[in-house]
Nanobody, 124 residues
């Protein structure tokens, strides 16, 4: 399973960005998908996750009601719509996938496959 994240960039506080993550290879192994982020000097933090059908979603407390995760299975793509961005959202964002679970998890250990990351910078 290969994951390619894109869509990062520089945005002012209050703005929006949409990240995409394309899954290739053994796409059937991407049961659950997740987004994590890592700011300089900090540990990787859970952002959001989604199950295969897209019905079940989890969000980190710091992004609830601002970020929305979705997936388009025919396109093998997941998205992270980020609204009302804050400088504290500045980080490298990583998408992740796992085949072992059917309930989307929030721990790094829940995911076997990781993409390369895309930088999001929010200016104040």
């Amino acid at each position: 399973v290969q994951l390619q994240a894109s869509g990062g960039g520089l945005v002012q506080a209050g703005g929006s960005l949409r990240l995409s993550c394309i899954v290739s290879g053994e796409t059937q192994r991407a049961n659950v998908m997740g987004w994590f982020r890592q700011a300089p000097g900090k540990e990787r933090e859970f952002v959001a996750s989604i199950n295969r059908s897209g019905v079940r979603k989890n969000y980190g407390d710091s992004v609830k009601n601002r970020f929305t995760m979705s997936r388009d299975n025919p396109k093998n793509t997941v998205y992270l719509q980020m609204d009302s961005l804050e400088p504290e959202d500045t980080a490298v964002y990583y998408c992740a996938a796992d085949y072992r679970a059917f309930v989307p998890g929030s721990s790094r250990q829940d995911y076997a496959y990781w993409g390369q990351g895309t930088q999001v910078t929010v200016s104040s």
